[in-house]
T-cell receptor, first 114, second 114 residues
C-alpha cells in the first residue's frame, strides 16, 4: 500500500532563518506531488506541483521554492523565512486515473515563524 | 483567477439531522469535483467525488449534487453522527489539463452535537 511521510511534524523558526521540509512517498511510481499551505481557518493554497523529477510548477509568487531530486521525494525550502510563512504545510501525491484525481495528503508540518 | 466559494464556514447540527454544504466554482472548464474531510491535526482525506457528466452521486450517508449550468455543487450528509465532526473542503479542477491545479474552498467546520 502507499504511504506518505512528512517531517518534521512541528517547527518553530526565527524570521530570516532557512527552511527545509521533506516529503517522501512509498508504494507508487511517478506520482504527481504537491505542496499546499493552510493558514489558520483557511482553505488549502496550492504552492507547487511536480509531474516528474526536476519538474516544478509554482502557483504562487513567494520566497519559497521546491525541488524533486528523486521520483518520490519532494522538498520545500526557503532561504529566509518571513512571518507570513507561518502555517500548516501539507504534501500530497496523486496518480491521475480515468475519471478521477484523488490526492493523498501527508500528516502535515506546522510551521511557526517568530 | 479561478475561485471556489464555500458556505457556510461553520455548521452546527444535532446528531441524526442532515447537513448541507454548498460550493460555487468560477472556471467553467472544471470537470472534477472532490470533497475532502479533515480531522484535527491531520491531512484532508477524500470522501466523495463527482465528474461533470454526472448530476448526483451517493455513497451511504453522503451524497453530492452538481449543477453545471449554475456552477454549483453541494455535499449532503444524512443521519449525522458525532464522528462526522470535522472540516470539509470542496474543490474543483480540470482533468483535461492533468488535474494538477485543484482549487479548494475555504472549508466548513461541521459540529455534530450528541
Amino acid at each position: 500500500s502507499q504511504t506518505i511521510h512528512q517531517w518534521p511534524a512541528t517547527l518553530v523558526q526565527p524570521v530570516g532563518s532557512p527552511l527545509s521540509l521533506e516529503c517522501t512517498v512509498e508504494g507508487t511510481s511517478n506520482p504527481n506531488l504537491y505542496w499546499y499551505r493552510q493558514a489558520a481557518g483557511r482553505g488549502l493554497q496550492l504552492l507547487f506541483y511536480s509531474v516528474g523529477i526536476g519538474q516544478i510548477s509554482s502557483e504562487v509568487p513567494q520566497n519559497l521554492s521546491a525541488s524533486r531530486p528523486q521520483d518520490r521525494q519532494f522538498i520545500l525550502s526557503s532561504k529566509k523565512l518571513l512571518l507570513s510563512d507561518s502555517g500548516f504545510y501539507l504534501c500530497a501525491w496523486s496518480v491521475l486515473t480515468s475519471g478521477r484525481n484523488e490526492q493523498f495528503f501527508g500528516p502535515g508540518t506546522r510551521l511557526t515563524v517568530l | 483567477g479561478e475561485n471556489v466559494e464555500q458556505h457556510p464556514s461553520t455548521l452546527s447540527v444535532q446528531e441524526g439531522d442532515s447537513a448541507v454544504i454548498k460550493c460555487t466554482y468560477s472556471d467553467s472548464a472544471s470537470n472534477y469535483f472532490p470533497w475532502y474531510k479533515q480531522e484535527l491535526g491531520k491531512g484532508p482525506q477524500l470522501i466523495i467525488d463527482i465528474r461533470s457528466n454526472v448530476g448526483e452521486k451517493k455513497d451511504q450517508r453522503i451524497a453530492v449534487t452538481l449543477n453545471k449550468t449554475a456552477k454549483h455543487f453541494s455535499l449532503h450528509i444524512t443521519e449525522t453522527q458525532p464522528e462526522d465532526s470535522a472540516v470539509y473542503f470542496c474543490a474543483a479542477t480540470n482533468l483535461n489539463t492533468g488535474g494538477f491545479k485543484t482549487i479548494f474552498g475555504a472549508g466548513t467546520r461541521l459540529f455534530v452535537k450528541a
